[in-house]
């Protein structure tokens, strides 16, 4: 009797993955224990963190955090830094997931930007500007696809190499200038509020739960973490990996495109140095909120948490007035110790599905 392919995925899901139901046939679990508690018990502790930061800036401040009306216009400051970056991790989450990374996502915000702001491109109006910064993202986003599913370049190396050429070839447009953006609509972005939310916080939200939908509720979600579970297994099920693949970084490029439309609005302009360094805190937030760097596993709620964080952190400093120093020795503190977290946690769930005969034998090819 034949198999069907989504019978095949489910199977290819990766050890540690075991439903709720047969821990319960096994016994039961703890809460602590119980793997699927993991995503709500990371997000109540980012939960924890973030206010806990809010304790501290309260103990620094009590001057500004007295103020009722201050506190709340710097949530909105917060989610406004918080936006275009957010929006990059949507799509470095997915493609984290996918069993990928993508170093190239500042240079490609980059790119994007000087590409939407030149002269030729802003004489198009608002629509033509949003449309070339969209398709910069996607095109150079199926360029990393292709190299990685079809060049079988390690995804290191082949973003590592868009990384360098799209800082370049925005360097070259530019001409190692600053565009200005005359364009009312979009520099109005970051000033507009609708119901007293700025309206980047509302399109990191929109991006954020049409992430969460097609992680979550769609083949295209279930396919991205089969391949990052097992590439192998998937491709055994059916699945085509390479296509997938280069739709992950697609994604990727995609949300970079709409990130560079968020912070020309934000500086109302753009160069070739914007966005330095955005692959690294997409990354980071992508793991302290539990995406797994070797894929297979990660949410986009963790994810939009993870951000949150590192905004609130990021204000905190500044509010302090601590050095940028400080701020980036302490993101990389951050960094590791939630990788080592991760796997401290993940090798205990492993262990603990082995001891009780909770995972699934693999499947005969």
């Known amino acids: 009797m034949s198999v069907s392919s989504e019978q095949k ?17 096994a016994g039961g679990t703890s809460w602590w224990k119980d793997e699927a508690q993991e995503p709500l018990r990371r997000n109540l502790g980012l ?3 973030l206010l806990a930061l809010f304790a501290i800036g309260a103990y620094i401040r009590p001057d500004l955090y007295s103020n009722a009306d201050w506190v709340v216009n710097n949530i909105m400051v917060i989610l406004t830094q918080a936006a275009a970056i957010g929006v990059v991790t949507v799509g470095m989450t997915f493609v984290i997931i996918g069993g990928g990374i993508d170093l190239s996502v500042g240079a490609l915000i980059a790119l994007s930007g000087v590409w939407a702001t030149t002269l030729a491109t802003q004489s198009f109006g608002t629509a033509g500007m ?5 398709a910069v993202g996607i095109g150079a986003g199926l360029v990393n696809g292709a190299l990685v599913a079809y060049g079988r370049l390690v995804p290191f190396i082949a973003t590592l190499a868009m990384l360098v050429a799209a800082r370049g070839l925005a360097a070259q447009i530019s001409g190692k200038q600053t565009q200005i953006s005359t364009d009312q609509i979009i520099n109005s972005l970051a000033t507009t509020r609708w119901f007293g939310i700025p309206l980047l916080a509302i399109i990191l939200f929109v991006v954020a739960g049409l992430g969460w939908v097609l992680l979550n509720r769609t ?3 279930r396919r991205t973490v089969a391949i990052g579970g097992n590439a192998e297994a998937a491709r055994l099920a059916g699945i085509n990996v390479r296509g997938h693949t280069m739709l992950l970084y697609a994604l990727s490029g995609l949300c970079c495109g709409i990130a560079a439309i968020m912070l020309t609005s934000l500086a109302t302009s753009s160069q070739a140095a914007a966005a330095e360094l955005y692959e690294l805190d997409a990354i980071a937030a992508a793991i302290i909120g539990g995406t797994l760097l070797s894929g297979g596993r990660g949410t986009i709620v963790g994810s939009l948490f993870g951000v949150i964080v590192f905004s609130a952190i990021t204000n905190l400093f500044a509010i302090a007035n601590l050095p940028t120093e400080v701020q980036n020795m302490v993101k990389g503190a951050i960094i590791v110790v939630a990788v080592l977290l991760q796997q401290v946690r993940f090798s205990s769930v492993t262990q603990f599905a082995r001891r009780h005969g909770l995972t699934r034998a693999k499947p005969q090819a």
């Open 219 to 221: 083949t295209f979600g």
């Open 9 to 25: 995925v489910e199977h290819a899901v990766p050890e540690g993955h075991a439903p709720h139901a047969a821990a319960e046939r």
């Open 47 to 49: 939960v924890g963190v």
């Open 130 to 134: 949003i449309f070339t910064a969209i």
